[in-house]
T-cell receptor
Framework: NAGVMQNPRHLVRRRGQEARLRCSPMKGHSHVYWYRQLPEEGLKFMVYLQKENIIDESGMPKERFSAEFPKEGPSILRIQQVVRGDSAAYFC???????????FGPGTRLTVL | QKEVEQDPGPLSVPEGAIVSLNCTYSNSAFQYFMWYRQYSRKGPELLMYTYSSGNKEDGRFTAQVDKSSKYISLFIRDSQPSDSATYLCAMRNQGGKLIFGQGTELSVKP
């Protein structure tokens, strides 16, 4: 029973490039959440999606960041024109529709040079 | 003021000690309370989940929620070096997003 899958595990980008982070939820889970973790900080909520629908994007920066969860395929967190401040660990979590318990993936560590 | 406050530590204890980890919160609408464990450079792992007030026990771990004081705790009995990790409290209201504390770094020394 595979858990939440994220890829790539490590991603290096130069300033101005685009970063695409992928998340496949646990089997049977239709809700996906993205969190960002900076060194020495807790997890900060970014966005909550269900298939083809954004439920809550109150934690997403207004520019350069977008997320989707299509009917088929993984959820994608997209960061355009990356800057050094985007360097962080990005975690995806999934849940059942009841949404009570969230299960996290191993994260993608983004480094912006 | 942050919605969820957690002392970042670090907390260092000898093997076999009882560990007490705590969080306070300000939003009285929170109903679901969780504790996650995160090893270095890994994803958070769900340890305990509690709905509303009360206690919940799972092996060496006990979670307590006191909604009247807006205070939650995680106790670890007979702590082991393998318990060394960062412990994150998290909470949410019905249908809301999960809000995390900063995490407490725990080190259990052999």
């Amino acid at each position: 029973n595979a858990g939440v899958m994220q890829n790539p595990r490590h991603l290096v980008r130069r300033r101005g490039q685009e970063a695409r982070l992928r998340c496949s939820p646990m089997k049977g889970h239709s809700h996906v959440y993205w969190y960002r973790q900076l060194p020495e900080e807790g997890l900060k909520f970014m966005v909550y999606l269900q298939k083809e629908n954004i439920i809550d994007e109150s934690g997403m920066p207004k520019e350069r960041f977008s997320a989707e969860f299509p009917k088929e395929g993984p959820s994608i967190l997209r960061i355009q024109q990356v800057v050094r401040g985007d360097s962080a660990a990005y975690f995806c979590a999934s849940s059942l529709p009841s949404g009570t318990e969230l299960y996290f993936g191993p994260g993608t560590r983004l480094t912006v040079l | 003021q942050k919605e969820v406050e957690q002392d970042p530590g670090p907390l260092s204890v000898p093997e076999g000690a009882i560990v007490s980890l705590n969080c306070t919160y300000s939003n009285s609408a929170f109903q679901y309370f969780m504790w996650y464990r995160q090893y270095s450079r890994k994803g958070p792992e769900l340890l305990m989940y509690t709905y509303s007030s009360g206690n919940k026990e799972d092996g060496r771990f006990t979670a307590q929620v006191d909604k009247s004081s807006k205070y939650i705790s995680l106790f670890i009995r007979d702590s082991q070096p393998s318990d060394s990790a960062t412990y994150l409290c998290a909470m949410r209201n019905q249908g809301g997003k999960l809000i995390f504390g900063q995490g407490t770094e725990l080190s259990v020394k052999p």
